[in-house]
């Protein structure tokens, strides 16, 4: 395989591309759609990466990054442009319900807060973490943060990709690239836990892949951590790991036919790397024993009774306490064993099936004839795959990748669509799609003028490492060596409520009435664009509230998620920007509000401001 070096320094190229796209104004009726699944789109972008994969020297590598960038970048762009609202982003930009939770987490981790009161965050508090680390390097910006995440979106999706470009040629790593991007398209621009699960587990596939080719334990103990991280992120496919810890015994076999002492050890690694990556770290940020993966509690419920939902158990038992949950679907188990296969034998379907649950992202919410082509395409292409990795199964790279799959499909149960879709297995997906892209293109068929993925460390390990550091290290030391909670003496009058909060260029958005000066990308957000880019205008009220309450001011309005250092507790400000006396800098605001509660939200709607908050912080 030919070996072709770059200089680190000329990545930067694509990576700046994508900051130069993002923030050139493109109307949203072009990037619109970049934002769905469309036939066209999908054959088009398996194309554009065939070329750019097929490119000749150094243009192989730069060109796939190109496109990639291109591609989030324009995703990205139509939710910055339109002023996108739906149930987990507010003016494209702001985070809401399971994004407002995360956003609450790691708002808290900056205050130097235990991360206790934010909900899903305590279920899942490395995305928090990770997004904690992100907003401390932006100054809180996190206009510049939702687009760093989208870009090591990409990154993870060039990194894999190439390794499989690398082993089994361009046809392939096309059809796998562009598998992975419809994927996590419709989660870009999001401050979801799934992407950094889909990160994680792209980069860690790519290392797992080196390392079964060279057999370095290094490669392997950092493939391994950053996967784990991966499937952690939003608990996913578990059981991908004691196949690895199998398939780690037949590859370090040396002389004999297995190596139980290797697998053994593997196993074990393996254990001590989760305890030290799930209750270890919860416990290192504040969060009580036993709150990290509460939620799966549900699911197994759900299960047990034939495949209900994780719905089920909050409505039938009027609990959220996990080991209340367990008790009770084990009692149920033991008195109907086969309702536990009537679940199980649900979920293969629907994660097969096509359908909004299904694992292929090719509906698009419509089935017609040729989404229906396209999924017994892929379905094909699953079966041949997995025949031509069977019968390689001596090779280290295809053991490696049917092990994974043999995970993959025995987590689904666990993992019911029903409860999430395909987006539990966002940490897994690229061994999932690994099996395709191996139909697709044949059995180790490289490449010959590949690159070796080696000789690019920058690339290749130090990325997974960085990224390990943003999500371990980082957040740890932000809680310890933050200011922790203040009390300052505020007096409010009648029914309004003091606040102290911190806002930061790029954190909010402003619902302008008027448009006659133009207005968008965020965070200036045209209130028609908010109002007719709504998916949830019918049925939410806290999007009904904002709209009327703008319209009755008739000025513009800043939109502020942030926590109330005062009561630790998270809201939505609502503040008419001529109250603002600096309005375009990064300041403490204190002052008096009054609470308005919509079903699910709270908004403090801002009526006076006290001059010089920051003096109340200092010192």
Known sequence: MKAVKLNGLVFLVPLLLFWLILFFRFPASFSRYFHIYSPGLFLAVIILYFVAFSSPGKARELLPLA??????????????GSGFSDNFVIGGLLPYKDGKNYYFGANLLL?????????Q?????????????LLMLTGNNLRLTIGLIVQLTGIGIYFSARQVRNTFGVLASSLFASLLYFYIQPLLGYSLSELLGFIAGCLGFAMLLLASTHLRKADLL??????????????GAFLIFPMLAIWVGWVFRGAERYSWKSAIYALVLIAILYFAINPLYSRSLGIPSGSSFGNFSY????????????HSAIEELGTRDPVVVYRFAFEFFLKHPFSLLIGFAKAYRDFFLLGDRSIFPFSGGQQNILTIIVWLGMLGLLVRGMIRLVRGVRSNMESLLLAAFIGIFLSIPFLPPIDGGSRFHAGSMAFFFAPLAVGARGLRKPDPEGTQLENDPILSRYAPALLLALVLIFPVGIRFLSRGPVNPALQCTGEQQPFLIDSYPGSYIDLEVDRSQGCGPV????????ESNNTELVTDDFYQFLISSVKDDGDTVRIIPAVDVIQDRFHYFYIPLNILTNPNLSNSMAGCAVETKT???SIFQVEFLFPNADLILSP
């Open 523 to 530: 965070p200036q957000v045209c209130l028609a664009d908010f």
């Open 67 to 80: 496109l990639t960038m291109t591609l989030v970048s324009l995703t990205l762009s139509y939710l910055w």
């Open 222 to 235: 950092l493939g391994t951590t950053i996967f784990l991280v991966g499937v952690s992120a939003r608990a």
């Open 121 to 133: 965050a305590t279920e899942r508090p490395l995305f928090p973490g990770f997004l904690a680390s």
């Open 599 to 601: 079903k699910d939200q």
């Open 299 to 310: 699911a197994i419920y759900g299960q047990v009774h034939g495949g209900t939902g994780w």
């Open 111 to 119: 205050n130097g807060l235990a991360m206790v009161k934010a909900g």
